[in-house]
């Protein structure tokens, strides 16, 4: 026996016949669009630029503030007395650095915090990927919590505490402004003055070496002598070993983000590393040698 059934008829439309009748701007949604994409795009580089105008204004600061503690301890902190010190404070505030971190600078030359507190020095020794060897100079009011605060970034960024400053030498070292002087004349009057090396960079800014104790006052006399502008006058730790060479394009960027870190506490005062540019490119490497004060 055979039986017959019948189904309710149903109208069938083709897959593609389906696809047209969707609109243009309802199919849009479902596939990658070009202006999305245009969009991050847009978003990444706006990012990479606010990032790199974040660092310069860092870097400006920084200038900044080391100027200002420079011309406050050598030449005092009343800016009414000290017209270096004036003029500094002056392009300070006109770049935008708040007040609050000029006071910290101006008292920091005088060996105090902005709270009229004594600061005590530290100095870190670390080793950081690839077998880079850092010294790290602090000033701080309240030593334990630097310390641990420290201690804690070093960590962060896979750095190991231990001793490195038997590969560095202790020097003092002054930046004062050429003037096209002679520079036989000015290699004489610089030993008179104490310096027991004297160099004349790219700039054709003269650099004095010193001993640590003898630092300050030999920039001050040669700059009399001179009647030229001291640009800096610190004391150092100058690798006295080969350099590392960095080679690893990861490493070295880590070792940027890390200094980077350090430049950014503010009880940091200067950040030394045996390192030097090998393969990495440019880019990665002025990440770390615009954070290093050797």
């Not at 004594?118 to 602090?138: Q, R």
């Amino acid at each position: 026996m055979s039986y017959l059934f019948s189904f309710p008829s149903r109208s069938l439309v083709s897959r593609s016949a389906a696809s047209t009748s969707i609109c243009a701007q309802c199919r849009r949604s479902f596939t990658s669009s070009s202006v999305l994409r245009s969009g991050h795009n847009r978003w990444s580089k706006i990012k990479h630029e606010k990032g790199a105008a974040d660092a310069k204004k860092n870097a400006q600061r920084s200038t900044f503030a080391k100027n200002l503690t420079l011309y406050s301890k050598l030449y005092g902190a009343d800016p009414n007395l000290n017209s270096q010190l004036a003029t500094v404070i002056a392009a300070a505030k006109k770049a935008g650095m708040p007040k609050a971190s000029i006071d910290i600078a101006v008292a920091r030359g005088q060996g105090k915090s902005s709270s009229g507190a004594g600061l005590e020095s530290i100095t870190l020794e670390v080793m950081m990927s690839p077998s880079v060897a850092m010294v790290i100079d602090v000033e701080t009011e309240n030593r334990q919590r630097a310390l641990q605060e420290l201690r804690t970034m070093i960590k962060r960024h896979k750095g190991t505490m231990t001793p490195t400053t038997f590969l560095f030498t202790r020097l003092g070292r002054t930046v004062l402004k050429g003037k096209g002087e002679d520079f036989d004349e000015v290699l004489m009057q610089a030993l008179d003055a104490g310096a027991e090396d004297v160099e004349q960079d790219e700039s054709g800014d003269i650099v004095l070496w010193t001993q640590p104790n003898n630092t300050h006052q030999a920039a001050q006399n040669l700059s009399k002598e001179l009647s030229t502008e001291i640009l800096s006058s610190d004391i150092i730790w100058s690798p006295s070993a080969d350099k590392v060479k960095l080679d690893d394009a990861e490493a070295t960027a880590a070792l940027g983000n890390f200094l980077a870190a350090l430049q950014e506490y503010p009880d940091v005062q200067a950040v030394y590393a045996n390192a030097e540019q090998g393969a990495v490119p440019e880019e990665i490497w002025q990440a770390v040698e615009e954070n290093l004060d050797v």
